[in-house]
């Protein structure tokens, strides 16, 4: 092993950059919660398709019926009626009705056809009209545990999943390590819409599985875990600027 104990970064140990207090050590009893939250872990759905037999809306049901088994508290956001970004303003009450369940959930599940290699617009629609600055207080993202799912037409692939996966990052969200991609769906699904039992639907059970783990990980502590100095710092230098500003 290499000797550093003459490490350059120990000799001037000073960080001049640093704003004051804003940086102190891991506080470990926010992190070692001993008094858990103990009410059902609340789950929000989102599904990309407006299809009658839409396969993600299908697929968000079966998810849906795991989590309640897992002892989670669904609720499903249906689409329909939803403007597009910018075609209406935020008190529509489509948007409205998304934007307060965002701020219910302390998870969410996002499910999306693939079309044209991609995520659909209609999930798209739904992540855009949810924003990153707070609603009263509270960002209506971040800290929440992700899941992520996609349907195909055809072979499987990944490219909705791996899209929501950059989407879920961008809006400060803990997305999970497992997700799950439904190829052929049309073949998966029986006449009445339920999921024929897989390989697919088992992966599906250990997405939600998983989900419901790290949402029981993360919950008390998400207040803390995105708690972040840049912010603490532009905080800190507002503050400073109201002060200043009625001080003269």
Do not use: C
Not at 56 to 84: C, K, M, N, Q, W
Request: aromatic letters at 8%; glycine letters at 6%; proline letters at 5%.
């Amino acid at each position: 092993m290499t000797d550093d104990t003459a490490a350059p970064w120990r000799d001037d140990p000073t960080m001049p950059n640093l704003a004051g207090d804003a940086l102190g050590e891991i506080d470990f009893h926010a992190i070692h919660n001993s008094a858990p939250a103990l009410h059902r872990p609340r789950v929000l759905m989102l599904y990309g398709s407006l299809r009658e037999r839409s396969y993600s809306r299908l697929l968000t049901y079966e998810a849906a019926r795991i989590l309640e088994r897992l002892g989670a508290e669904v609720r499903v956001f249906h689409a329909d009626g939803l403007p597009l970004v910018d075609d209406a303003t935020a008190d529509h009450p489509k948007v409205a009705e998304l934007r307060e369940l965002s701020l219910w959930s302390e998870a969410q599940v996002w499910s999306s056809p693939e079309r044209h290699g991609a995520m659909s617009g209609v999930m798209k629609t739904q992540i855009d009209w949810l924003p990153l600055s707070p609603i009263g207080g509270i960002r209506p993202t971040q800290g929440r545990t992700l899941a992520v799912m996609q349907v195909s037409g055809g072979s499987q692939s990944f490219n909705a999943v791996n899209q929501m996966r950059i989407l879920g990052r961008w809006m400060r969200m803990i997305t999970i390590p497992n997700q799950s991609s439904v190829a052929k769906a049309w073949q998966e699904f029986d006449e009445a819409g339920r999921m024929k039992p897989s390989s697919y639907y088992n992966r599906v059970v250990d997405v939600m599985e998983e989900l419901v783990k790290f949402t029981l990980l993360t919950r008390d502590r998400s207040a803390y875990l995105t708690d972040r100095y840049s912010e603490r710092v532009e905080t800190a230098e507002q503050v400073h600027k109201r002060v200043s500003i009625r001080s003269i």
